[in-house]
């Protein structure tokens, strides 16, 4: 894991770091990168700014994690409400390969949840460029995968030959997420971490990157990123 410090304005700095990996890499190669909702957001304008010039034709992007509503339902915090609303999305979607929301209102969620199955799977098998901008949580989860499994019920659920999956939780009546499996399959991973309510989880990361136990990690879903290719922009210190 490579930590890198910002100092000026965190979110453009954060957007720059990114652009330049993905806009090097769509120079010779198909890219797809997962959007993360969250604080993670605040660097999609930037970002769209920043890549608007760059080899569009060899990009895709998707989502990591979403929550789902039945259809019918109050929509509240969505992802995909929140990226539409962005540059990123206003102004990459039409040059893009593809940018692919979540159908969060569909009236079926094992539907949606196979159509992103499908979407992921093709998308990897194309695109050797895998990179996910992720956050962290103030109880320790990422992506859309939080602690509140035991250790059986977490290994079935993420580590699973699913690569997208989706659980009851007590804040939504569903989440939907990414999994370890999926996770495993990226060649990079930007972790924003910002604001003083996140230090906890900064120091308990590089605590863990020497010591990450797969058999714990129901408990500290972000530990993971400690073994990935991770690159941790944070103005913690």
Same mark, same amino acid.
């Given at each position: 894991m490579?930590?890198?410090?910002? &100092?000026?304005?965190?979110? /453009?700095?954060a957007?720059e770091?990114?652009a330049?990996y993905?806009?090097?890499k769509l120079e010779s190669t198909?890219?797809i990168?997962?959007?993360s909702g ?6 999609y304008?930037?970002?769209a700014?920043?890549?608007?010039d /760059? !080899?569009?034709?060899?990009? &895709?992007?998707g ?12 929509? !509240?915090n969505?992802n995909s409400?929140?990226?539409k609303?962005?540059d990123?999305?206003k102004k ?5 390969k ?11 969620? &094992?539907m949606?949840v196979?159509?992103y199955n499908n979407f ?7 695109? /050797?460029?895998r990179?996910?901008?992720?956050g962290?949580?103030?109880?320790g989860?990422?992506a859309?995968?939080?602690p509140?499994f035991?250790n059986?019920?977490?290994q079935?659920k993420?580590e699973?030959a699913?690569?997208?999956? /989706? ?12 999994t370890?499996?999926?996770l495993? !399959?990226l060649t !990079?991973?930007?972790?924003?971490l ?5 230090k906890?989880q900064y120091?308990k990361?590089?605590?863990?990157e020497n010591?990450?136990d797969l058999? &714990?990690?129901y ?11 991770t690159?941790?922009?944070t103005?913690?210190s």
């Amino acid at each position: 894991m490579q930590v890198k410090y910002l &100092t000026k304005d965190y979110f /453009s700095e954060a957007a720059e770091q990114i652009a330049s990996y993905v806009t090097e890499k769509l120079e010779s190669t198909n890219l797809i990168l997962l959007l993360s909702g969250g604080s993670t957001a605040k660097t999609y304008n930037y970002l769209a700014q920043l890549l608007i010039d /760059s !080899k569009l034709e060899n990009l &895709t992007i998707g989502l990591v994690d979403e929550r789902y509503f039945p259809h019918g339902s109050e929509p !509240k915090n969505f992802n995909s409400i929140l990226i539409k609303e962005t540059d990123l999305y206003k102004k990459l979607a039409p040059k893009i390969k593809e940018f692919k929301l979540i159908n969060y209102e569909a009236l079926d969620m &094992t539907m949606v949840v196979e159509d992103y199955n499908n979407f992921i799977e093709r998308s990897f098998l194309i695109n /050797s460029e895998r990179v996910a901008l992720l956050g962290i949580g103030t109880d320790g989860h990422t992506a859309g995968i939080l602690p509140i499994f035991s250790n059986q019920e977490f290994q079935s659920k993420f580590e699973s030959a699913e690569l997208f999956t /989706s659980y009851i939780a007590p804040d939504f009546p569903y989440r939907l997420s990414l999994t370890y499996t999926t996770l495993k !399959k990226l060649t !990079k991973v930007f972790v924003c971490l910002t604001g003083a309510e996140k230090k906890d989880q900064y120091l308990k990361l590089l605590a863990t990157e020497n010591n990450f136990d797969l058999n &714990t990690s129901y408990n500290y879903p972000a530990g993971i990123l400690s073994v990935l290719p991770t690159e941790l922009l944070t103005d913690l210190s």
